[in-house]
């Protein structure tokens, strides 16, 4: 598997609904950072979490971070339709080392 | 402040043709990546400049991409001569000079590329 791989890769949900997006890694990091690209738009940065720490919020953004099974996943709470985007995770060693996985387009229906 | 910003935002050349891509990352970040994202697979690290260096240019496809940076300024990403599955968005990315691995790196906008 590639790191930062993200899971689900494709997500539909209605709005006011939660979305839950998981991604692995695989060696040591630094840090790990979550993205959003709207269609046809450039990366957007959305949260960065440390590797010492579990969970991270930011607006209706939850982040955690599990080292011990390089996972890590990101809650978008009460889901609206201007969420519907491509969302990457990208981990950061220790280097200058920076990964992204495959991305989980999400779609918000109204 | 000005984010980073890239030219051309489009792009639409023929196969054989040769295409220079610019990116002006945030002023005063020393650290300057270049990423891509083809055919809708996942996104990809190309190279890194510290300043006008190459620190890591260990993603870099093929001789005929060639990236610069003189001054350590703007950096240009030049592809010659293009291939069909050279085709896919090209990002660039900034970030403070202090602790490159532990600060946020900013993207612009991409460049997209369609080689036909």
């Known amino acids: 598997s590639q790191q930062g791989e993200e899971d689900p890769q494709a997500l539909s949900i209605q709005e006011g609904e939660n979305a839950t997006m998981n991604c692995s890694y695989k060696?040591?990091?630094?840090?790990l950072q979550w993205y959003r690209q709207n269609s046809g738009r450039g990366l957007v940065h959305l949260i960065l979490?440390?590797?010492?720490?579990r969970e991270k919020h930011s607006g209706r953004l939850r982040v955690t971070l599990d080292t011990s099974k390089k996972s890590s996943s990101l809650l978008i709470t009460a889901s609206r339709a201007a969420d519907t985007a491509s969302y990457f995770c990208?981990?950061?060693?220790?280097?200058?080392?920076?990964?992204f996985g495959p991305g989980t387009r999400l779609s918000v229906l109204p | 402040e000005a984010g980073v910003t890239q030219f051309p935002s489009h792009s639409v050349i023929e196969k054989g043709q040769t295409v220079t891509l610019r990116c002006d990352p945030i002023?005063?970040?020393?650290?300057l990546y270049w990423y891509r994202r083809v055919m809708g697979k996942e996104i990809k690290f190309l190279l890194h400049?510290?300043?006008?260096?190459?620190?890591?240019e260990s993603g870099m496809p093929n001789n005929r991409f060639l990236a610069e940076r003189t001054g350590g300024t703007y950096s240009t990403l030049k592809v010659q001569p293009a291939e069909l599955e050279d085709s896919g968005v090209y990002f660039c990315?900034?970030?403070?000079?202090?602790?490159?691995?532990?600060?946020?790196?900013?993207f612009g906008e991409g460049s997209w590329l369609t080689v036909v």
């Open positions: 990208a981990s950061r060693d220790y280097g200058q080392n920076f990964v």
């Open positions: 060696t040591s990091i630094n840090n």
């Open positions: 979490i440390r590797s010492n720490e």
């Open positions: 002023s005063g970040h020393d650290n």
């Open positions: 400049f510290v300043k006008e260096s190459k620190q890591d």
């Open positions: 990315a900034s970030s403070h000079r202090s602790s490159p691995s532990g600060n946020t790196i900013y």
